[in-house]
Nanobody, 112 residues
């Protein structure tokens, strides 16, 4: 079955960087758009970044444009989210997503 397993969350100070990883299995990874979502406390789920099957097409939420970079490694069924210049408002649980399939999420906390 489809499995998406995120890792890399944690605590970081404002202005810092953090990288998230998502290990995918159970499907033909290179055929699918992969997404990163996040949900802050009391807020709705937000699409943060998406990457096309070939890795060349990417889209970002306006709130993270220029600070976050999504990438993928089709040879190893991995998708990444590099987060730079983090802000307090980036604090959220971050989820790896493919269509109806979700990872368990990883907490990112930006705090001084």
């Amino acid at each position: 079955q489809v499995q998406l397993v995120e890792s890399g969350g944690g605590y970081v100070q404002p202005g810092g960087s953090l990288g998230l990883s998502c290990a995918a299995s159970g499907f033909t990874f290179s055929s699918y758009i992969m997404n990163w979502y996040r949900q802050a406390p009391g807020a709705e789920l937000e699409l943060v970044a998406a990457i096309g099957p070939d890795g060349f097409t990417t889209n970002y939420a306006h709130s993270v444009q220029g600070r976050f970079t999504v990438s993928r490694d089709n040879a190893n069924n991995m998708v990444y989210l590099q987060m730079n210049r983090l802000k307090f408002e980036d604090t959220a649980v971050y989820y790896c997503n493919k269509g109806v399939d979700w990872g368990q999420g990883t907490q990112v906390t930006v705090s001084s």
